[in-house]
């Protein structure tokens, strides 16, 4: 099973990766009202179970993978 986590930041936490990049892109011209910058980690689990699998990715989340003060995150589960 492949899992696939989107962790972003919260609203109302800064980004100043977002900002640079909102920031540059228009001064390259484009219309661009608001950037986040997020990242995604694609994991490949030895798990048949979809329930087991989302329960065991969350745990990963929340002890490594994202910061939940400041982070959301946002699995997607699909097989191989």
Known sequence: MRATILVRPKEGI????????????????????????????????DAGDPGAARAEVERMCEQLLANPLIERYEIELSER
């Open 14 to 45: 800064l980004d100043p990766q977002g900002d640079a990049v909102q920031e540059s892109l228009r001064h390259l011209g484009f219309s661009v009202g608001a950037a986040r910058i997020g990242r995604v980690v694609d994991l490949e689990l």
